[in-house]
């Protein structure tokens, strides 16, 4: 199985950019599609974008299209997610996942494997 590591969250202001990255370790990371969500509290966990294996093709959530840009290094074992114009509602925890079947999905009990989650606030 893989075991996956969140890091790059924190406090930024409105309108700043935070990079999140994903380190997967155990097995290759271009076996996954892999995905990022966000769970904010009291809300249930959110798609937030998703990258097919090799990276060709991405998926975004309408709340961050435009704004957020998911990509994947599978020679470094990484996935990242670049957030820029972040708003005050981005605020969350956030996850990556792997998911071990194609395509890309949006719900996160098709998800096999979690990271342990990075914070992310976002300060008006």
């Known amino acids: 199985q893989v075991q996956l590591v969140e890091s790059g969250g924190g406090l930024v202001q409105a309108g700043g950019s935070l990079k999140l990255s994903c380190l997967a370790s155990?097995?290759?990371?271009?076996?996954?599609?892999m995905g990022w969500f966000r769970q904010a509290p009291g809300k249930e966990r959110e798609f937030v974008a998703g990258?097919?294996?090799?990276?060709?093709?991405?998926y975004y959530s309408d709340s961050v299209k435009g704004r957020f840009t998911i990509s994947r290094d599978n020679a470094k074992n990484t996935v990242y997610l670049q957030m820029n114009s972040l708003k005050p509602e981005d605020t969350a925890v956030y996850y990556c996942?792997?998911?071990?079947?194609?395509?890309?999905?949006?719900?996160?009990?098709?998800?096999?494997?979690w990271g342990q989650g990075t914070q992310v606030t976002v300060s008006s």
């Open positions: 996942a792997a998911r071990e079947q194609p395509p890309v999905v949006l719900t996160p009990r098709h998800y096999n494997y």
């Open positions: 155990g097995r290759t990371l271009s076996r996954y599609v």
């Open positions: 990258i097919t294996r090799s990276g060709t093709i991405t």
